[in-house]
């Protein structure tokens, strides 16, 4: 059944007067039910629902296990348990910022059939900085459910977005099951847990390819650099075995800010390739990086043109030879620019890939492959 806003909600709720009352008890994923009656308050369920997102943002800032999970479902281990590991990944994040923002509260019938009356379903944004990798708050969407049970409301389900929209692969690096967080300078990288080698050889790379962004490009970019290398082949709008993306090594993805514009990306690996990935390609994707605030709207010849310029160009970097490189990449294409460039680091003796255009969406801006 489709869904309504908040105002559909308290029309509901007056039709339907009074309520039954869901009580405290209930067992994972049934609606309880009482013989006692009560009318649902919307705007103290705003209320509720709010601080209960506070805390939950002050326990991940505060590494409060107990706070975080005090406001879980108790009776669904399930819930507890993924909400338990999406809290150990939060903390190794480092944020500077956090919390969460309502959206409008939505209306679905089948979650009140199964929660009972008090079942609040709301969407929202998580706002949160990374710490030396955001230079500006950053935002994530989120969807999640809540019931009243004893007097108070807790979560019941975090999956809203993932079911509403199933074709989207909206999920963050947090968001994909236990991981591991490497931090260097400038740099933070997400792997699985135990591959910390593999964490290792990209913070490395990570740190030329930083340099040479500095060097050839931005030498007043300050900016970090966070680099996810899962297993898992959907993530923040990838999807890597899919048509678009199958061929793609690496993708540096926008970030959505606060204020709604797009000014930062992180860069997505693509796993099938993750063992191809070296400087000189984290040093194009790093590009992407520092030139985000340029917005989607920028040629993609110049994004596409200078990234390379900066992987593996060795030419002088004044301004004169940056637009004659920049345009003879354009108008030559790779020939010109493999004739005329070295690679920036020697491990790229690797297998070649073409270049892969974007797809020239806003969720999936400035591809790049390992060509
Ligand atoms: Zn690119």
Known sequence: MGRRTLGGLREWVAVAGVLAIVAGGAADGAAASSSAEVQVDAAAQVAAVEAVLERRATAVLQHDEGQFLADIDPYNKNLRASQKVLFENLVQFGFSKLAYRQGEAQYDQALLDKYGPTAYLVGGVMEYQIDGIDELPAQTPVGYTFVKRAGRYVLVDDSYLDTDQPDSPNQEAWDTGPVLVQRGPRTLVVVEPGRTEVAKTILADAQVALKAVNRWWLPDWKGGALVIALDDTKVRSTDFKGPVWNDTAAVATPVRRADAGFGGSYVVLNPRDRGQIDAGSLAHEFTHVATASDGPSAPLWLVEGM????????????????????????????????????????????????PTRSAGTPSTIWSASTA
């Open 307 to 354: 990234a390379e310029y900066v992987r593996g160009c060795r030419w002088p970097a004044s301004p004169l030879s940056i637009w004659r490189s920049t345009a003879s990449w354009c108008v030559r294409g790779t020939w010109t620019r493999r004739r005329r460039c070295r690679p920036t680091s020697s491990s790229s003796a690797r297998p070649k890939r073409a």
